[in-house]
């Protein structure tokens, strides 16, 4: 099993409010990336989320990509997720961002797809009705990879259109194409993440025990997919958890039982409106419940994995849970609420050095052995060169293939 950072711009409060405040906030979490690189942890997901204040001010992941990618070697670096409306940004454009970034990270970035977090996001872009972007997704993920292969690209479809031959640029680095990906919430959404051969993202609201039907439906799509999207299979699930892993086993359960936590998960009730939430659910404005919570009720909450919490020890045991369901891949979320940036950094060096050695012994990334099987779905050019072309003369500063 795999373990990685997710990185969201989370800036509750006044501090939304404050350029300095923004500015800080973003820069730190891209710089948890950085110091994970050296402490055993595979991968670092950016969100991308708009017009969301205090839950996401990570409106354009790119740039902050680059500038861990050029200040790591190992860690591999992620999208979690691009939404892929058409109203938002024209596919070829998505397309080309991600083989450059390919480039950027020397073969490190994975692919993370989506439709858009809710109502209010995607309406930003004058996207009025969210069903149509299941649709539009459908559309996009199988345009993509062809846009990576071949030189003449064109295409006329429901959503968008490139009209005539294009040969969208960059290509991606080297063999394959980066990971594809997409976010996933109940069980028909596994299944299909599955039937495409694709990885899943999914964010964990509830019970660890509840996932074993969805993992499982993902396992099974997957094992022969009916309709394989890209160059290769990328059979991983990633699951994403809160963590208070700390030296000190009280300090860290302090964290957890302090008072306000919470507030997050209000925010994603408001903006995450297209997904199932309980009928019990608290909803922003309205603050989180105060449970005053007692030593046996957050006992509970582990054991039911709603959190990890407690000293390298303690934690290591309760990734077992995780593991036991299928996942894959186990992302914390970065910002805890609760700790300082001290104590982020002491978590993050602390379950790199202790806790992932336990479970992840394999220095190559999952995505890495996947990406080596792949195999090229089309030619290099869908219409015939006009004889009228004449290519024989070049530059001669023209870089020529070897062979």
């Known amino acids: 099993m795999e373990f990685g950072i997710f990185a969201n711009g989370y800036l509750p409060g006044p501090a939304a409010h404050d350029s300095d405040s923004e500015h800080f906030e973003l820069i730190r979490e891209a710089e948890y990336g950085i110091l994970a690189d050296r402490h055993n942890w595979k991968y670092i997901w ?46 070829a454009r998505i397309a080309e961002r991600a083989a450059m970034l390919d480039h950027v990270t020397n073969r490190r970035f ?32 199988r345009e993509i990879p062809r846009m990576w292969e071949q030189r003449d690209y064109d295409f006329d479809g429901e959503f968008f259109t490139v009209p005539t031959p294009h040969n969208i640029l960059p290509k991606p680095y080297g063999q394959g194409h980066p990971p594809i990906w997409v976010a996933c919430g109940n069980p028909a959404t596994f299944a299909k993440a599955g039937s495409l051969g694709i990885g899943a993202i999914a964010f964990n609201f509830e019970p660890i025990h509840n996932l074993r039907g969805r993992v499982d439906s993902y396992k099974e799509a997957i094992r022969d997919p009916v309709e394989q999207i890209g160059q290769y299979k990328n059979d991983n699930v990633m699951m994403t958890n809160s963590c208070i892993c700390l030296e000190d086993r009280e300090e860290a359960r302090a964290i957890a039982k302090s008072k306000g936590r919470g507030y997050l998960v209000t925010m994603v009730n408001l903006y995450h409106d297209t997904m199932p939430k309980s009928p019990d659910a608290i909803v922003w404005p309205n603050p989180p419940m105060d449970p005053g919570w007692t030593d046996e009720m957050l006992d509970m909450a582990i054991e039911g994995g709603y959190m990890l919490c407690g000293n390298p020890e303690e934690v290591c045991e309760q990734v077992a849970r995780y593991q036991e369901v299928g996942c894959d891949q186990v992302v914390f979320g970065l910002p805890v609420e609760g700790m300082s940036h001290e104590q982020h950094l002491e978590m993050i060096e602390l379950f790199g050095d202790r806790v992932i050695p336990e479970y992840d012994r394999d220095r190559t990334h999952s995505t890495d052995h996947y990406r080596a099987t792949a195999e090229r779905c089309y030619p290099d050019f869908r219409y015939p060169v006009p004889e009228s072309v004449d290519v024989g003369v070049l530059p001669t500063s023209a870089l020529l293939p070897l062979a």
């Open 46 to 91: 950016f969100g991308e989320h708009h017009a969301l204040t205090e839950y996401s001010h990570m409106s354009a992941p790119a740039p902050l990509m680059g500038w861990v990618a050029a200040q790591t070697d190992y860690i591999h670096i992620g999208t979690a997720i691009t939404s892929l409306p058409t109203n938002k940004e024209h596919p």
């Open 110 to 141: 994975e692919f993370g797809t989506g439709r858009g977090a809710g109502s209010h996001e995607v309406r930003t872009f004058n996207v009025m009705d969210t069903a149509e972007t299941k649709a539009q997704w459908d559309e996009v993920i």
